[in-house]
Nanobody, 121 residues
């Protein structure tokens, strides 16, 4: 059974920093793109940042220049460094990964359970 487990959320003052981590576990043949999404109360889940297995990253305009996504393929981990946090960054942050369980399987997306990030003004 594949699992994605996030950690590192919490409460921080505006202008502060937080770092999120996500680790994939289970029997995994390969991991493609990994990413972070967030969902604020009453809003749809939105993309924050993604990174390919080769290290190419993509960011939402709202976080460009403030957030940095990275990954460690050997450890099956993805990270999100969040700097200059704003109250509007408050949301539940979810890890996502495209995972192939076997060489002959099709990749599919998996989600973590989410971690709360709260930024006070």
């Amino acid at each position: 059974q594949v699992q994605l487990v996030e950690s590192g959320g919490g409460l921080v003052q505006g202008g502060g920093s937080l770092s999120l981590s996500c680790v994939a576990s289970g029997i995994i043949f390969s991991i493609g793109a990994m990413g972070w999404y967030r969902q604020a109360p009453g809003k749809q889940r939105e993309l924050v940042a993604t990174i390919t297995s080769g290290g190419n990253s993509n960011y939402a305009d709202s976080v460009k220049g403030r957030f940095t996504i990275s990954r460690d393929n050997a450890k099956k981990m993805v990270y999100l460094q969040m700097n200059s946090l704003k109250p509007e960054d408050t949301a539940v942050y979810y890890c996502n990964a495209e995972i192939q369980l076997r060489s002959f399987y099709t990749s599919r997306g998996y989600w973590g359970q989410g971690t709360q990030v709260t930024v006070s003004s």
